[in-house]
């Protein structure tokens, strides 16, 4: 079998993909753009590991099975895949990132509660304002805290707020408008972790921001499409919201013009939540264990549902 893998690698990442293939063939490429025109090695090719360019999807007519590097997929959802489920199965990284993405919302939860963002800022310009500071200094414990999307992040975030004695409301997939708005109206942190799915687009509109309290705070884990930026960006600026923690945008990397770079009470962690320094080295791991399945003919983990949209 042929095997495509557009990665950026070092050499003992490649010297383990070439252990788990064994006799199997692998292509290797970096990461690619869509106009590095289509490789001839992926005509022929039965797997494929990475985040291939979508339009090549069609043209590569040997292609069973597409291990993604990535939990999202926003880019392939607009191809035909009544058509193109047929021959070929995608899985992706479903709750590979839950614990370090989980660890970011918790540790910029207690930077905005305990002022840390603020201070950082003042300690890069020399400003004493320790009396000021205090006054506004809040504590996590006994906070109800909403969270918008209850997959592998939420749940892992759930279990890390239990020590703090958080009343935590889940929002699955069967979340109502109605019941979401009461919930926001006594909310003191909102945590989104959801995927992209027409439900979920434009959720956070600037009706539903208005509705929290101007002593909340926001965080978006999950897909930049959930909340209206300009009306975020707007609340925080009025001094009407306690601040955000935003990881995710609509544009990446993020323009210099973009408002979100001086915003006040806003911590950008520039998408990096999910990271940690052996991250590639266990997606390896993950393609492994699905490439026996393949071979064994076995149901893959984290296959996608273009249906659903997760």
Known sequence: MDIFVCLDLTAPQIARLR?????????????????????PAL??????????????????????WVQLESVGFDGYRGLDWGALGRRITMTNLAGFFAEPVAETALAGILALVRGLDRLVRLQAARDWRCEEIRRTLRTLA?????LFGYGAINRRLA???????????????????????RALARADVVVCAAPETDATVGVFDAVRLAALKQSAFFVNLGRGSVVVEDALAERLRQGRLGGALIDVTLAEPLPPEHVF???PNLILTQHTSGGTEDEMDRKIEVFADNLARFRAGDSLVGVVDFEKGY
């Open 19 to 39: 252990e788990v293939a064994g006799a199997d063939q692998l292509h290797f490429h970096g990461s690619l753009a869509a106009d590095a025109g289509f490789p």
């Open 142 to 146: 006994g906070a109800t805290v909403v």
């Open 43 to 64: 005509a022929s090719c039965e797997a494929a590991f990475g985040n291939p360019p979508a339009e090549w999807l069609a043209r590569a007519e040997a292609l069973r």
């Open 159 to 181: 279990a890390l707020l239990e020590p703090f004695g958080c009343a935590v409301e889940p929002f699955g997939r069967d979340w109502t408008a109605a019941s979401l708005d």
């Open 261 to 263: 770079w001086r915003c």
